[in-house]
């Protein structure tokens, strides 16, 4: 079989479907390809736990859905989207079990603080009046193709409202750093902390703050959403989005070669033979499954291959779900329950945890994040009872572990005993929580790339988020951009500029480009 489209898209994850929703936008007849059963990539949900329980398969809370333009343009709403919120945003527990709490209303958020430690409160709205200058030019530029040269103009206009090279230092500094001018409490710097870890990024790591800075403050302006009723409502909404705008999709296709001719893409072929034309392809696949995987290193520029050598994927993961017969049993109640929990004793501590996984070390307590998912929609279990679940990081690969039980195989064994630490630490903030558990499932680096191969040994940013793989370093060295050393083809997944996270900027920066070069392409016709 052989037909032709404007462009084929090559991954239905969300960014695959901004942007093939853009491309259809701008009326091109275009076809996404997905290998897998269905639409979503890494934003997916199921009732695989247990009855009656919906969980996240991998990831769960959106403030950069509600951040990004290209999202909020795309009013998925339209399409069957809601959103549901818990009542405080993000919470730490002490070692007593007082919390930290991240709320909508920054002044409640101060005062909290407040109580914890005298002076907190101040400190925490002396940033948040550094973001309301900072944080609007800030995410328009992380967000827009690099170099983003309308935004960057603004943010640097920013700058001396926010004291010059104060601002500058808050934009480069680390976690720690910008935590401990602002904050004395060790659970109140671990609600910037706990999010700079988010992207994989170590408290003593240049850049750390702003990213901590970042996710903390956009979750008190919007909140942390989830989909109400799962994850895979996102994907939904936008895939609906997509076939009304005439676009069409196709699941269990697999795409094993972008064809290539005389140095352009002409299209590709599927796993069966089929070859589909095409003038533009965008791909949301990571960097080495396109170089020298889809893309043949016959067909790349020698330097392609060398640059590649260079890149460094982010840690791999464990992920845990339980479906919990009542609520998680804090050893003292929040005064708002928070649908993200950070499990720290101190900034300490993650930055050696950090260390421990990129140095190749399994943690023998690892930092926690958790999710309280049933607090954050009541949909997705019955009343009384929680939907929850925890990850953490693990080494790509695995050097020692620190009670020398675990290899780097990741086999059954390997992942129950790592589940089992993870369930230790939070029964030790919860006691109790052993008991009300009904079931549990475990998703180790093998089971998060056997579901999604853009998951490699469990990665789930595309990449590092380091900054030495950031902006013009991204994927690799004097990159930056969706395009790729092949004309017509596009790189549109995590592992382009602006990296992780679903905003849809990685996608939509790829159709953009597609759509510049037809239009550039049109005009040197005439």
């Known amino acids: 079989m052989r037909r032709s489209v404007d462009a084929v898209v090559i991954g239905a994850g969300p960014n695959g479907l901004v942007a093939a929703n853009l491309l259809a936008d701008a009326g091109w007849g275009v076809l996404l390809l997905e290998a897998e059963a269905k639409v979503g990539g890494a934003v997916a949900s199921d009732s695989d ?21 290209v999202m909020r343009g795309l009013e998925l709403e339209r399409h069957g989207l809601a959103w549901s919120h818990a009542p405080a945003v993000i919470g730490t527990p002490d070692v007593d079990g007082r919390w930290a709490l991240l709320h909508h209303d920054p002044q409640r958020t101060a005062a909290g603080l407040d109580e914890l430690h005298a002076g907190d409160g101040q400190g925490w709205l002396d940033l948040v009046d550094q973001w309301q200058t900072l944080g609007g030019p800030l995410i328009d530029s992380l967000l827009s193709p690099f170099p983003p040269v309308r935004a960057g103009l603004r943010l640097a206009a920013t700058l001396p409202k926010v ?17 401990e001018r602002h904050l004395a409490g060790e ?8 999010n700079a870890a988010h992207a994989d990024l170590s408290p003593d790591a240049a850049g750390s703050g702003v990213f901590g800075l970042l996710l903390a403050m956009m979750g008190q302006q919007d909140g942390f959403p989830v989909p109400t009723g799962g994850a895979g409502r996102l994907a939904d909404a936008l895939a609906a989005r ?43 696949v990571s960097a080495p499954a396109l170089y020298g995987g889809l893309v043949s290193w016959n067909d790349l520029p020698a330097r392609t291959r060398a640059r590649m050598a260079d890149f460094q994927w982010d840690p791999g993961t464990i992920k845990v779900d339980w479906a919990l017969s009542g609520t998680v049993p804090w050893l003292q109640t929040p005064a708002a329950a928070p649908g993200t929990v950070h499990l720290a004793s101190s900034v300490t501590e993650v930055s050696t945890w950090m260390a421990q996984v990129t140095g190749g070390t399994v943690p023998a307590d690892p930092f926690l994040l958790v999710g309280q998912m049933t607090t954050s929609d009541p ?91 950031e902006l013009i370093f991204r994927p690799v060295t004097g990159w930056g951009r969706a395009e790729t050393p092949i004309k017509g083809l596009y790189l549109g997944s995590a592992s382009a500029h602006p990296g992780g996270g679903v905003h849809g ?22």
């Open 49 to 69: 736990v247990a009855d009656g329980f919906e969980h996240d398969t991998f990831s769960s809370f959106y403030p950069l859905v509600a951040a990004s333009p």
């Open 163 to 179: 004291g010059g090279a104060a601002g500058i230092r808050l934009l480069i500094e680390s976690a720690r750093s910008l935590t």
């Open 187 to 194: 659970t109140a710097r671990l609600l910037i902390v706990g």
């Open 242 to 284: 997509f076939v009304a705008a005439g676009g069409e999709i196709r699941c269990g296709a697999e795409v094993t070669e972008v064809v290539v001719d005389r140095g352009r893409a002409v299209g590709v072929r599927l796993s069966d033979g089929e070859f589909v034309r095409a003038s533009s392809v965008v791909a949301d």
């Open 379 to 469: 949909t997705r279990s019955p009343p009384g009872t929680e939907a929850l679940w925890s990850y953490t990081h693990v080494p790509q690969q695995v050097r020692h572990d620190e009670l020398d039980r675990i290899s780097g195989r990741w086999d059954g064994s390997e992942i129950n005993i790592m589940a089992d630490r993870m369930q230790d630490r939070i029964e030790r903030a919860a006691p109790g929580f052993t008991s009300r558990i009904v079931q549990r499932r475990i998703l180790g680096p093998r089971e998060l790339q056997g579901r999604n191969q853009n998951l490699h040994r469990g990665a789930l940013g595309g990449g590092t988020a380091a900054l030495h793989q």
């Open 505 to 526: 900027a990685c996608g939509a920066n790829a159709a953009r480009a597609a759509l510049f070069h037809r239009r550039l392409s049109f005009r040197n016709r005439r």
